[in-house]
């Protein structure tokens, strides 16, 4: 089968790298990005994401080219560019719409193209394939073939990496489906699930996400009310869970390439056809505007210009990923309010904190703090002890701890210890 099939992952990211050293085991892969530093890295064998070891790249049969022509050879296109939002949040399809006219560009009969970047569902077959017509003047369902396979990668999680989870697939005939499932299931084992056409597999994706923005802005909402009559919502959480059919979701920042996004797709799509979407866009501006309440929360608690130490700025615990980090939304309130804020992160890059104008200090720093506050839940943190809690804090500090991990921590005297 390597012989027969020619695949080329374009855009190098969270989700491409890993699923093209994956691919490589079995196929003739190239992994392509136009972005020549990426290629420059990943052809030294560093990964800046973190997501794939040096040893892994370094075993890794991938290919890597910025270069257009080196695709023509392919006859299997797997596109895995990101798909943001505008300043509106309104969908902003350059990337994959780019991506239709460069593979168009070089497109030979017989090819398939995968997408695997969440949209909204019709992207794949009335915005890609039409683009992908106009460019190589071939004709779809007959010189070229579409498919649509969303990507199910969770930056940092080792658990669900893309050969140990179920595989959705899609594709405009029998035969493209045939395909697809010898590719992907040679990475996964056979974990295929076939979805009932394109449309169908574009609106899964798109809605598992946008549940769990729901979910957590239902948290995020009652959070405030509970603090309001001086309730633990974790204490609540912790009792509630003991019925079998509860969802346990927790408190906090929603931030990231998905979920914060993806939505905003839904939502489009709604307002398109004239249906209403008020629970999807109510449950993003809950999650949205969470960050300037547990500023002002916090602010009630210390009161005027405190020295304020933040621990963690990417979006989730145990990655350097800074995409659409609502921590920043934190910082900015409580400067906003009179404090001097300073940061921590243990994983984020520092020249990636740099272009957000912010600048990282280091834990052994010998700066004192009125206010330690714990954002995003690193494993390094969890670690963190009395001595440490004794050198950086000031005499009637307060800890707020937002993600509930020093509930057993023993803190110095006339230190008061929060949680939501």
């Avoid at 040893?55 to 290919?63: H, Q």
């Avoid at 239902?218 to 001086?230: D, M, R, S, V, W």
């Avoid at 494993?379 to 509930?404: G, Q, T, W």
């Amino acid at each position: 089968m390597r012989n027969n099939l020619n695949i080329s992952i374009f855009g190098l990211g969270y989700v491409g790298l890993p699923l093209a050293i994956k691919l490589s085991k079995y196929f003739n892969v190239l992994g392509f990005d136009k972005n020549k530093q990426r290629i420059r890295e990943l052809k030294n064998f560093f990964d800046k994401n973190n997501e794939i070891n040096s040893n892994s790249l370094k075993k890794s049969k991938l290919k890597y080219s910025s270069k257009l022509e080196d695709i023509k050879n392919s006859n299997i296109f797997i596109v895995t560019v990101p798909t943001p939002v505008t300043k509106s949040n309104q969908p902003d399809l350059k990337p994959i719409t780019n991506a239709c006219r460069d593979i168009g560009k070089n497109l030979t009969k017989g090819s398939i193209i995968v997408f695997e970047s969440t949209v909204y569902p019709g992207v794949t077959e009335e915005v890609c394939g039409p683009l992908i017509q106009k460019y190589s003047k071939l004709k779809p369902k007959k010189d070229f073939h579409l498919g649509y396979s969303p990507e199910r990668m969770n930056p940092g999680d080792k658990k669900h990496s893309v050969d140990k989870i179920t595989k959705v697939i899609s594709g405009d005939t029998n035969k493209t489906i045939s395909i697809l499932k010898k590719i992907y299931g040679k990475v996964n084992s056979g974990k295929i699930f076939v979805a009932q056409n394109i449309k169908t597999a574009e609106a899964a994706k798109v809605i598992e996400n946008t549940q769990r923005d729901i979910n957590v802005a239902f948290i995020n909402e009652i959070t405030k009310l509970f603090k309001k009559i001086n309730i633990n919502i974790y204490d609540v959480l912790k009792t509630a869970e003991t019925k079998w059919n509860f969802l346990n979701f927790k408190p906090g920042f929603v931030g990231g390439h998905c979920i914060g996004v993806d939505p905003y797709y839904l939502s489009f799509l709604a307002k398109k056809k004239k249906i209403g979407s008020n629970l999807i866009l109510s449950g993003r501006k809950i999650n949205n505007d969470f960050p300037k309440f547990l500023a002002q929360y916090i602010n009630n608690k210390i009161g005027k210009k405190k020295k304020i130490l933040i621990l963690g700025l990417t979006f989730k615990e145990n990655v350097n990923d800074l995409r659409n980090t609502k921590v920043v939304d934190l910082i900015k309130s409580l400067k906003n309010k009179g404090h001097k804020v300073f940061v921590n992160d243990t994983q984020a890059n520092i020249n990636e904190v740099k272009k957000m104008n912010l600048n990282l200090i280091s834990l052994s720093n010998k700066e004192k703090f009125d206010t330690l506050i714990l954002a995003v839940a690193h494993d390094e943190y969890k670690k963190l002890n009395y001595s440490f809690f004794e050198k950086k804090l000031n005499k009637n500090a307060k800890i707020f701890d937002l993600k509930a991990i020093w509930t057993n921590k023993r803190f110095p005297k006339k230190v008061t210890y929060i949680i939501l």
